[in-house]
């Protein structure tokens, strides 16, 4: 138990839709970043928020967006949905600073695009 | 890219054997950690190494940071039907990088 929670567990979307996954911090968590996990891999990096502003990405096109809200819930937003954007996408949430690696995970949402 | 290579990609051991798994790069990182994931969940950070050469335990694991900094091991000693999952390596070189993967081992364990 993290202290992470996303929502929705599941879902099932089709091609061109547009998508919102929900993650809520552990608590005096300021930092949160997004991995998509595709089917046998290991995560990848999305993007990252510190205190609401993005101040990371990885290699992902800018349909894939975020928000940080002023309590350190976060929101991933992706818009015309592919194939291809199936996976599990994972919060993480941690304290910042230098030792960012004590990130703790959500369960995930599982996305399916039919 | 970055690009960790894990191996193996699965095993299958018994109950009560020893088990080891590593984790290569190409490029330089300065820390090393290795994860768990169980189904239904996220990853779990089970080890966390900072300095080359650096052997650390946690119970009945025990990793280390490669010399030249370019890999790690993990091991497992008398493995346990709850050590089933995937294991990850992943990597960063500051605290501010974003950590980068391995496609990680699959663990199975026989009673």
């Known amino acids: 138990e993290t202290g992470v929670t996303q929502s929705p567990t599941h879902l099932i979307k089709t091609r061109g839709q547009q998508v919102t996954l929900r993650c809520s911090s552990q608590s005096g968590h300021n930092t949160v970043s997004w991995y998509q996990q595709a089917l046998g891999q290991g995560p990848q990096f999305i993007f990252q928020y510190y205190r609401e502003e993005e101040n990371g990405r990885g290699n992902f096109p800018p349909r894939f967006s975020g928000l940080q809200f002023p309590n350190y819930s976060s929101e991933l937003n992706v818009n015309a949905l592919e194939l291809d954007d199936s996976a599990l996408y994972l919060c993480?949430?941690?304290?910042?600073?230098?030792?960012?690696?004590?990130?703790?995970f959500g369960p995930g949402t599982r996305l399916l695009v039919l | 890219g970055q690009q960790l290579n894990q191996s193996p990609q699965s095993m299958f051991i018994q109950e009560g054997e020893d088990v080891s798994m590593n984790c290569t790069s190409s490029?330089?990182?300065?820390?090393w950690l290795w994860y768990k994931q169980d189904p239904g969940e996220g990853p779990v950070l089970l080890i966390a190494?900072?300095?080359?050469?650096e052997l650390t335990s946690n119970g009945r694991l025990t990793a280390q940071f490669g010399i030249t900094r370019k890999d790690s091991f993990l091991n497992i000693s008398a493995s346990i039907p709850s050590d089933v999952g995937i294991y990850f390596c992943a990597v960063r070189n500051s605290g501010n990088t974003p950590l980068v993967f391995g496609k990680g081992t699959r663990l199975s364990v026989i009673a």
């Open positions: 993480a949430s941690s304290t910042g600073g230098a030792n960012q690696e004590t990130q703790y």
């Open positions: 190494l900072y300095k080359a050469g």
């Open positions: 490029s330089i990182f300065n820390t």
